[in-house]
Structures are given as structure tokens and as C-alpha cells.
């Protein structure tokens, strides 16, 4: 069978994570993550390649990636299986067959990046990880 080639756009927050890209020393990171369950899925070695990297504790609302197969496993059943085997920081939004030519960082039109920062004098804590503190201090001499 002729590999397909299966386009996800995934969401998470990253608090937990050593950043988007598999890591040499084990260390649990989003790409490895979801490789695993692809690996358990199809039985075979999946690489999924992404359309950029993410440091360690950064989030993402929808990073899309790639990966190639010859599973018979349908678009729509990679979605719902990845979405009970992953931990609820992690979640797949689409799964779509895309042609072979697709490529999640190459094809990518447009990236974009939010960065939120709280400048208020007490950080709310459900906001705690998804924001940074920015403390304005100011010191006079006399």
C-alpha cells in the first residue's frame, strides 16, 4: 500500500513539556507524545513532523504537523483514537489526507504568535500559566 499522508492540527498547553520537539534525553515533549500513541496506533515507526517548534511551557492553539502511514486507519478515526490515548493537555482538533506532496513546515503560508502579558499588580492564578507577570519598578535616588 502507497503511504498516505494524515495533516493534524493539534492544541496544547505545553506547562508540562519540554517544548514541541522529541528530545534525545527522554524528556516528555508534544511531538514524542503523540508519536507514541501513532507508534501504538499503526504499529509501526511514525515521525511526525511539525510546522515550527516549541519551547518548554509554551502552548499552542493550533500547531499543525504531518506524518506518513500505511495504516488502513481513517482520518477521522486517527482523530478520535489520538484523542483518547493523549493526556488532556494535548488535542487533536482536525485529521485530514492530504497530498503526499504536503509538507507541515514547507507548505505553512502563515504563522502566528501571541504573547500575552499581564501588567496588573496581582496575577490572577487561573492565568497563572498562560501569562507573564510583567512588574514595573521603580526606584528614585536621591
Known amino acids: 500500500m502507497e503511504p498516505r499522508n494524515i495533516k493534524l492540527v493539534i492544541g496544547y498547553d505545553g506547562t508540562g513539556f ?13 511531538q514524542g507524545t503523540i508519536e507514541t ?27 499543525v504537523a504531518h ?29 485530514d489526507e492530504v497530498d503526499r506532496d504536503f509538507h507541515s513546515r514547507f507548505s505553512a503560508r502563515k504563522k502566528t504568535y501571541r504573547y500575552s502579558i499581564f501588567t496588573g499588580s496581582i496575577q490572577p492564578p487561573i492565568s497563572a500559566s498562560t501569562l507573564c507577570m510583567s512588574k514595573q519598578i521603580s526606584k528614585s535616588i536621591e
Open 37 to 63: 500513541c501513532l507508534n501504538r496506533m499503526t504499529c509501526n515507526e511514525i515521525t511526525l513532523h511539525g510546522a515550527g517548534r516549541t519551547d518548554a511551557g509554551v502552548h499552542a492553539e493550533g500547531m
Open 18 to 30: 519540554s517544548g514541541w520537539q522529541r528530545q534525545k534525553r527522554g524528556e516528555k515533549t508534544i
Open 67 to 95: 506524518f506518513h502511514t500505511t495504516a488502513s486507519i481513517t482520518p477521522s478515526e486517527f482523530l478520535q483514537a489520538l484523542n483518547s490515548m493523549l493526556p488532556g493537555a494535548i488535542r487533536i482538533f482536525q485529521a
